[in-house]
């Protein structure tokens, strides 16, 4: 395998991730690499799978890919060795991995090589362990006990920050860099909005409040779909949707749920939309009602489109809204209904001008720019061995 020349006047990153399939921790690295600086940095992909929905946008970059072509679930020893091999012959001075078993390999690689550093990529921040089978829950115990030998651990938000240190992860070496949103790709476009309406059958006088996340139980669909029976009961014309890829038994037992609520005809379960910018133009309101967050995307990139938000007061969400949205408690089905009922009692121009105002705050608080530079002050500042917020 041929591998970039090494330019000794650029910092050399390999970021590790395992697919660059459509999802959140993939869309932020290719927001990153975008825009870094590429006299400063030499920037390498490493995954261990080829393909992903989002190849072709990261190869538009110019960034090398390098696949690991694990074979499956079971190749460990035989893949660890190919990881090793390479970063080996690449000699990256940091190594930045994203999510928990890059995060674990990441670690394990260092105790070989001794001289890169180390920095984890945690993007989540409340985990009932509960809820998850045994290798979940050994992986995130592995992935607290090897933070202490990182050299750095980059978190995206501060309810992550908060969790993590109290489960037992290396405090002193964590810090908070928030997501970027691309106010280029997210932005207010009604046309979009219409047509997605139009595709999904839904009149363009009818209110629309939708959940886009992928079907988790921290997500709360369940909490979400209370809610809507309740708002329904009094505003029948009003049409729920979720959006979101995951487990079909989970997506039935939403059905069913729906069913049982009598809200069937209020209801639409979609799958994951390629074109999400014309998901969120076509709501009225943007409901998140996690159990735990870190920093979500589906809030900011709806806030940036110009959509209001109602959401629970999980990870930094409240954060994100801050005062031009509706914050509620964790599970509280009646408060989140009655918070979705006044968000639709607001005029269509009281809702744009608090749609304007929300997207005023993405470009001013996180925007991509600030996060691209607070990355890069970090990676610098770890080559000299300081750590700081």
């Not at 070989?112 to 989540?124: A, C, D, F, N, Q």
């Not at 219409?194 to 996340?213: A, C, P």
């Not at 329904?232 to 729906?258: E, M, T, W």
């Amino acid at each position: 395998m041929i591998f970039p020349p090494k330019d000794p006047q650029k910092i050399r990153v390999v970021f590790l991730i395992r697919s660059l399939f459509f999802g959140g921790a993939e869309r932020q690295l290719l927001t990153l690499v975008k825009d870094m600086n590429n006299d400063a940095f030499d920037i390498i992909i490493l995954c261990y799978y080829k393909g992903g929905e989002l190849e072709a946008e990261f190869l538009k970059t110019g960034i090398p890919i390098i696949s690991l072509e694990k074979s499956g679930r079971w190749d460990v020893f035989p893949f660890f060795s190919k990881l090793f091999r390479i970063l080996r012959d690449l000699q990256p001075e940091i190594l930045h991995s994203y999510l928990s078993m890059s995060n674990i390999l990441a670690v394990m690689v260092k105790g070989i090589m001794g001289k890169v550093k180390v920095i984890l990529g945690v993007r989540h921040a409340y985990m009932d362990l509960t809820k998850y089978d045994l290798l979940t829950r050994l992986v995130y115990k592995m992935e607290m006990w090897l933070s202490y030998f990182a050299d750095l651990i980059i978190v995206n938000s501060y309810a992550g920050k908060s969790n993590h240190i109290r489960n037992g992860f290396a405090s002193k070496k964590m810090v908070v860099i928030p997501n970027g949103i691309d106010t280029d790709q997210y932005y207010p476009s009604p046309a979009e909005g219409w047509e997605m309406r139009d595709r999904l059958g839904i009149s363009h006088k009818v209110q629309v409040v939708g959940l886009v996340g992928r079907l988790d139980p921290v997500k709360d669909h369940a909490t979400f779909l209370k809610a809507a029976a309740e708002v329904l009961r009094k505003k029948p014309d009003v049409k729920f949707i979720c959006v979101g890829d995951g487990d079909a038994a989970y997506r039935a037992s939403l059905q069913n749920l729906a069913q049982d609520l009598g809200i069937s005809d209020g209801i639409i379960l979609l799958t994951g939309q390629k074109n999400i910018r014309a998901v969120y133009n076509a709501l009225d309101i943007l409901c998140s009602a996690s159990i735990g967050e870190s920093f979500s995307n589906a809030i900011a990139e709806a806030m940036a489109c110009g959509v209001p938000c109602v959401v629970t007061d999980a990870g930094d969400s409240g954060i994100l809204v801050e005062d031009y949205g509706t914050v509620v408690p964790v599970g509280d089905v009646e408060n989140l209904a009655a918070g979705l009922a006044r968000m639709l009692d607001l005029s269509e121009k009281e809702r744009h001008t608090l749609g304007m105002k929300n997207r005023k705050r993405i470009e001013e608080n996180f925007s991509v720019d600030r996060m691209v530079k607070r990355t890069e002050i970090a990676l610098i500042n770890l080559t000299k061995g300081i750590i700081e917020e």
